[in-house]
């Protein structure tokens, strides 16, 4: 339902891009950032998910390009149903605990959030 009333609140046309989308989508990458669509349950709107790769790499001691952002950013579930083609042992596929958990307490260092307008 927020989903539907967070579409429902953007601009026609960013309502038209936006409408095939679905909750975690990546909408960009680039060299500095991962972003995905998100969904703010509680106000009912749409956010770009930015997940910030320099510090992200920084806390692992990795350099960016180790690391496959679009598996490492994603939910468990998906982790599991796409584990086939990305083994959750391969290094690039694996994050310390302590950098898990900062992606899971959305920490500002690692994850910012912007409005879709």
Known sequence: K??????????????????????GMITEETPTHLVRLHVDVAQHKLQW???DKQAIAAAEQKAIADICFP????????????????????????????????LRTLDAAFVSFEDVQ
Not at 2 to 23: F, H, M, R, T, V
């Open 2 to 23: 927020a989903w539907k009333e967070g579409i429902n609140k953007l601009p026609a046309d960013k309502q038209n891009q936006y409408k095939s989308a679905y909750i």
């Open 49 to 51: 998910k930015k997940f």
């Open 71 to 102: 598996f490492v950013t994603t939910t468990s579930r998906r982790k599991k149903s796409c584990s086939n083609n990305h083994p959750l042992e391969h290094p690039s596929h694996t994050l310390s605990e302590g950098t898990r958990a900062k």
